[in-house]
């Protein structure tokens, strides 16, 4: 796992059935593009969040996939229908295989 | 924000600032900043005595930014220098040095210990006799306490920690003493304050008392206030501690800055904290 690697989710703790509800997401990462050189002129190897999915109750509600030249501590806001009482489940996928989750309860009425 | 919206801002700024002349606020004046729809901070208020001379009123850096700069620091997700802070937080906790101690086994809880901190530095140290930054009691503690190498004055460690500290006394007004001990100090800032320099000839003075709220090329200067530091800078995506932000300023009047943590610069940061005495402090602040 790469270091200070930290998921936050700002999503409201209610909603309106039907309600199209802003979220948003950010995870600090140092994004490495892997095109960088050091100072001895070795590249520095890549290391990247290559994909980043949010589901409600087991429906994706995005599936973002991502390529060097994103930069550090990549930043999503964007809206979800919220039909229901349910979880919103965030995932964030590591070029090293960690995976990184955080989860939102909203209730609905 | 629409497009629209934003030519509208700046439409309203460029009127604004045709009418205000002798260096007057240009930006929304009406603006209120409130953090996370909690937390109100004071950003204009009656300057202290030692500037009644000079000045009436003080005004935040934050009420000469655009609105959406303005908007992201009401709210600590949206806030960019919060990530920074968090780094701060893993750093207060962790164990360094030959103490095998952290921050926190000393202080521990921040949000108890370092409350008020940031409002009343830079401040004099009785025992070692000087006047002392925050980020000069973070290094003393590393070195002395803790057995740990110092951080470089000024650096990405050194910046996490002090925006860590900076956020337990956010909405507390700043309040930094001049006088006993410090008044040697204080009035060599002041003297540097208002000494020309560099191949521009500029001071401190002829920009951010002499004219603020006009446009220094395509932005608008501000009184130069310090109660926002350590700052998140959205044109290089970091933070900024207040003696990098001296030495630039410096630097782009082309002078020879002083090095950063130097005695000059702790007497230039004293001085310019007073300036801000009654505003609050507000880092980690966004600004352009």
Not at chain 1, 16 to 35: F, Y
Not at chain 2, 275 to 288: D, F, I, P
Request: proline fraction near 4%.
């Amino acid at each position: 796992m790469a270091d200070g690697v930290k998921p936050r989710v700002k999503a409201p703790a209610k909603a309106a059935a039907g309600e199209a509800v802003v979220l948003k997401t950010l995870i600090s990462h140092v994004m490495e593009s892997g095109q960088r050189k050091n100072k001895d002129g070795s590249l520095i190897p890549r290391s990247i969040i290559n994909r980043f999915t949010c589901e409600f109750n087991g429906t994706m509600v995005v599936d973002v996939e991502m390529h060097p030249a994103i930069s550090t501590n990549p930043y999503f806001e964007f809206e979800a229908v919220i039909p229901a009482t349910g979880e919103l489940k965030f995932t964030w996928y590591d070029d090293d295989g960690s995976v990184y989750n955080d989860a939102k309860m909203v209730t609905v009425g | 924000m629409t497009k629209l919206t934003s030519i509208r801002t700046i439409a309203a700024l460029a009127f604004a600032g045709s009418i205000a002349l002798g260096g007057a606020v240009t930006a929304d004046e009406n603006a209120e900043l409130v953090i996370n729809g909690e937390l109100a901070l004071v950003t204009k208020t009656a300057a202290p005595d030692h500037l009644k001379d000079s000045l009436d009123e003080i005004y935040s850096g934050w009420v000469y930014r655009e609105t959406d700069t303005q908007a992201m620091q009401m709210d600590d997700f949206d806030n960019p220098g919060m990530v920074f802070v968090d780094l701060g937080m893993d750093a207060w906790n962790k164990v360094e040095g030959t103490e095998n101690k952290s921050c926190a086994s000393c202080h521990n809880d921040p949000a108890e210990s370092m409350k008020g901190v940031r409002a009343t530095y830079p401040k004099w140290n009785e025992a070692a006799g000087e006047l002392r930054t925050v980020e000069g009691q973070v290094n003393h503690c590393r070195t002395k306490n803790m057995g740990a190498e110092p951080y470089k004055y000024v650096s990405g460690d050194m910046a996490n920690m002090v925006a860590m500290i900076a956020v337990q006394s956010r909405g507390m007004p700043v309040n930094v003493a001049i006088d006993g001990p410090v008044k040697a100090a204080w009035e060599q800032g002041k003297e540097i304050y208002y000494t020309r320099t560099g191949v521009l000839d500029l001071s401190c003075a002829s920009c951010h008392e002499q004219n603020y709220g006009n446009y220094i090329r395509a932005d608008h200067l501000s009184q130069g206030q310090i109660n926002g530091f350590p700052a998140y800078r959205l044109k290089d995506a970091r933070l900024h501690q207040v003696q990098d932000r001296f030495w630039g300023c410096i630097r782009d009047v082309r002078g020879e800055p002083y090095d950063r943590g130097s005695p000059e610069f702790t007497a230039l940061e004293l001085y310019v904290a007073s300036r801000g005495n009654g505003l609050s402090v507000e880092g980690a602040s966004v600004r352009n």
